[in-house]
């Protein structure tokens, strides 16, 4: 069953809740105890089916490797991929320049090592700047529609974010799933890998996967290629977030039940190395104890941040990672963000549906006024009309009293507007496994695993301290992309 509708979701829960117990029996499997027998042989086994999975197996199809199987232990495909709001950065000599926006595939390689702190890898961060336009002008040959003009997402700190015509990820897998069946690509869902097989201990060569189906049957399938790792972060585990930063253990997440790092251990288990696994991002969602994810946050220009006090506390254009650490900050770890009814409009209409949700919930509100809407926020109304008209009068003069840069002052001036919660939700992971640029895995010793590939948010290295957003996407697809031409090449 490959269908990814979202009414799986639940489906979804409830097998995130076997994963730990499936973890506690991958601990115990040998990695290095070799089969007497395979089942089955394929030239590449892809371990994951969301976006950089996909992406990964398509490519290699493309380039010529035959025989492929995509292992997914979700009833559905997909992964965070598709439940994304799918912004992907890349600078783009097209729409930037009839935008008039100056960018180059160097300068979004400077702002994501900025971004990161110089804690990225400088090779893997120019590598994917500068195949990002290739990705995306090889997925819009296969079908993918971009709006015409880019933006700057929030956390970007550039305008170079496409937005999918849906506007949500789920449209690269709408593109990529029938490419699978056009190249005769196998995807196996239900099936969770739980060991990868190595010649030996901490040397040799990567020949495979056993993995379990739905009823616990255990299966090896031989790679005489690759196999490449594709498995997404743990940003729903929250044991492993805690182990690295405390902060994260009790937070909601934004991530699907599936992104639980189980290829973390296993890779590690036969030698890999990871890096950055601390650099854990959060993004505005749902505080502790709500449901309903309010997402007026989008796009940079369109909102501003409010606390309980009605007060703006953090430029809302600002590092994800700063936002996080001011929001993680406020006494009750809980803000508000505030857009007018352009903003509103401005928003895909998955994300208005949430918001409109929100208000039977009572995690979003809408008024004609300012001072309507606070009252139903629960916040003083002279205190939020006070810092709404300080803000526009920022935006008149080009200067915006806590720093928002001219660029993103837009006014929060037409009815109706709206407000919703904003807490911090663990949103991604940055660190991850080793990598090089041909996406091959590097060892504990510093050397290259052969037969073995990982690519996408499993990962680490590629953004440092703090991922700009926008940057995940990119990511996903310009090494996906690149780990099935490296494969085709016998890398
Ligand atoms: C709500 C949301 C919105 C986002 N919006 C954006 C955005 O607009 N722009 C941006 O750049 N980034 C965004 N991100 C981040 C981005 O979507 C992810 O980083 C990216 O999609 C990860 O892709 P992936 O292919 O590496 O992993 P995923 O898409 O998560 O896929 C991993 C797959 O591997 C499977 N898997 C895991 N373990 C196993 C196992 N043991 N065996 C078999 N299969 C396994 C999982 O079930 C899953 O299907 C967003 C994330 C979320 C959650």
Redesign the pocket.
């Known amino acids: 069953m490959t269908s990814m509708n979202r009414r799986h979701f639940l489906g979804a829960a409830a097998a995130g809740a076997l994963t730990t117990a499936a973890s506690a029996s991958m601990a115990a499997a040998n990695p290095c105890k070799l089969p007497a027998k395979w089942d089955e042989t394929y030239d590449m086994v892809v371990?994951?089916?969301?976006?950089?999975?996909l992406a990964s197996a398509v490519s290699a199809g493309q380039n010529g490797v035959k025989k492929i199987i995509v292992?997914?232990?979700?009833p559905f495909?997909?992964?965070?991929?598709m439940?994304?709001?799918?912004?992907?950065n890349s600078y783009d000599p097209v729409r930037q320049k009839a935008q008039k926006i100056k960018d180059s595939p160097e300068n979004h390689a400077e702002n994501t090592l900025k971004g990161g702190d110089g804690r990225a890898n400088p090779e893997l961060v120019r590598t994917m700047t500068a195949n990002s336009y290739d990705a995306l002008s090889w997925l819009e040959k296969m079908g993918m529609k971009f709006k015409p003009e880019v933006y700057q997402?929030y956390g970007g700190l550039y305008p170079r974010c496409h937005a999918p015509y849906g506007s949500l990820?789920s449209d690269y897998i709408k593109v990529l799933e029938p490419q699978c069946k056009k190249l005769g690509i196998e995807i196996r869902t239900q099936?969770?890998?739980v060991r990868v097989i190595r010649e030996q201990p901490l040397s040799g060569r990567v020949l495979g996967v056993e993995?379990t189906d739905a009823d616990g049957k255990s299966h090896l399938i031989r790679a005489t290629k690759a196999v490449v790792c594709?498995?997404?972060?743990f940003g729903a585990n929250p044991e492993m977030r805690a182990k690295y930063d405390p902060r994260m253990r009790n937070l909601t997440t934004?991530?699907l039940p599936?992104?639980?790092g189980?290829?973390i251990r296993i890779l590690q288990d036969i030698g890999a190395d990871t890096v950055g696994m601390d650099f854990i991002q959060c993004n505005p969602g749902c505080p502790p104890g709500r449901k309903q994810r309010i997402i007026l946050h989008l796009y940079a220009a369109n909102f501003i941040m409010v606390d309980r006090k009605g007060q703006r506390f953090v430029p809302e254009d600002e590092r994800r990672d700063v936002i996080r650490d001011a929001v993680l900050s406020l006494p009750d770890q809980t803000a508000f963000a505030i857009v007018d009814q352009r903003g509103f409009e401005a928003l895909n209409p998955g994300h208005q549906e949430a918001a409109k949700k929100g208000l039977e919930t009572g995690d979003a509100w809408t008024a004609n006024t300012i001072e309507e809407l606070a009252k139903k926020m629960g916040v003083d109304p002279a205190a939020l009309k006070k810092t709404i008209d300080e803000f526009n009068a920022g935006v008149d003069a080009k200067k915006d009293k806590i720093g928002k840069n001219p660029r993103n002052l837009t006014k929060i001036e037409r009815a109706p507007f709206w407000a919703g919660y904003s807490g911090m939700s663990v949103?991604?992971t940055m660190g991850g496994i080793v990598i090089n640029k041909d996406t091959q895995v590097i060892d504990r010793y510093g050397k290259v695993i052969p037969g073995l590939h990982a690519v996408?948010?499993?990962t680490g290295g590629i953004h440092g301290t703090n991922r700009l957003?926008?940057?995940?996407?990119?990511d996903?697809f310009t090494f996906g992309r690149l780990t099935g031409i490296a494969v085709a090449n016998g890398k």
């Open positions: 371990v994951g089916s969301g976006g950089a999975g292992l997914e232990k979700m495909i997909g992964g965070n991929t439940i994304s709001g799918g912004g992907f997402i990820g099936s969770r890998v993995y594709a498995t997404g972060g934004t991530n599936c992104s639980t189980d290829l949103h991604h996408g948010e499993l957003g926008g940057n995940a996407i990119c996903i």
